[in-house]
């Protein structure tokens, strides 16, 4: 009787202890899964982790200065093939985005990386090769808010526009509020709102950026994620 209570013992002792590590196991899975970085963390608060069941894209850039529409762009993407259309009044143009584009594509693919940068540029800090700064805090161009911002800088060479640095500005919900656009050679910079967002199958999408004075508005219309 003794043989078997301390048998019993210790088999019922042996499977505690292989639970708990299980749990552990577990528990450091978990930790490991939660600890991304903030830019990750604001990409996946916009949608991230939806994005690989989108099949396509269909958005119109448009720019308007005071009342008058100065641009305006219809764009179907095919992220998986990333086959991309671009309609700009009665004229359509198709082409494939790879590694290597041709001189004849260069055009449409410069307006394609302007267009969906604006879109989805929360994307973009996790896609694109940029160097991102530690969170800091401070005040917003805008509002004038307490906020934390991050400064997103690309490369003095290679791309459209080598050099450039955005400065985005989000709160506890990590969506992105405002921005600074700071051209490389110092020349320009440019604020404006991340406003009016709406949900489109998971993607969470700022359709609206404003000027501090309203008189400059990049938009969003005909927005459609399948």
């Known amino acids: 009787m003794k043989k078997l209570i301390l048998f019993t013992f210790l088999?019922?002792?042996?499977?505690?202890?292989?639970?708990?590590?299980?749990?552990?196991?577990?528990?450091?899975?978990?930790?490991?899964e939660a600890e991304k970085s903030i830019p990750e963390q604001i990409a996946v608060a916009h949608g991230l982790n939806n994005f690989d069941a989108v099949e396509e894209i269909q958005f119109t850039f448009n720019v308007k200065v005071q009342d008058s529409?100065?641009?305006?762009?219809?764009?179907?993407?095919?992220?998986?093939t990333d086959e991309i259309r671009l309609t700009e009044g009665d004229i359509s143009q198709t082409y494939t985005k790879k590694d290597s584009?041709?001189?004849?594509?260069?055009?449409?693919?410069?307006?394609?990386?302007?267009?969906?940068?604006?879109?989805?540029?929360?994307?973009?800090?996790?896609?694109?090769?940029?160097?991102?700064?530690?969170?800091?805090?401070?005040?917003?161009?805008?509002?004038?808010?307490?906020?934390?911002?991050?400064?997103?800088?690309?490369?003095?060479?290679?791309?459209?526009?080598?050099?450039?640095?955005?400065?985005v500005y989000y709160k506890d919900d990590l969506l992105l509020e405002e921005w600074i656009y700071k051209s490389?050679?110092?020349?320009?910079?440019?604020?404006?709102?991340?406003?009016?967002?709406?949900?489109?199958?998971?993607?969470?999408?700022?359709?609206?950026?404003?000027?501090p004075d309203g008189s400059f508005e990049l938009f969003f219309t005909d927005i459609e994620v399948k």
């Open 11 to 32: 088999f019922t002792a042996l499977i505690s202890c292989k639970n708990n590590e299980n749990k552990t196991e577990v528990g450091q899975e978990v930790a490991v």
């Open 69 to 80: 529409i100065r641009t305006s762009r219809a764009w179907t993407w095919k992220p998986k």
């Open 101 to 167: 584009i041709s001189e004849d594509d260069k055009e449409i693919d410069q307006k394609f990386i302007n267009d969906s940068y604006w879109l989805l540029f929360p994307y973009q800090m996790v896609w694109s090769d940029a160097d991102i700064s530690e969170e800091k805090t401070g005040v917003s161009p805008i509002s004038k808010e307490e906020m934390n911002y991050l400064e997103v800088s690309y490369k003095g060479e290679g791309g459209y526009t080598p050099g450039d640095t955005y400065v």
């Open 184 to 211: 490389a050679d110092g020349k320009r910079e440019m604020p404006t709102t991340w406003e009016n967002f709406e949900d489109f199958q998971g993607l969470k999408i700022a359709k609206s950026h404003k000027s």
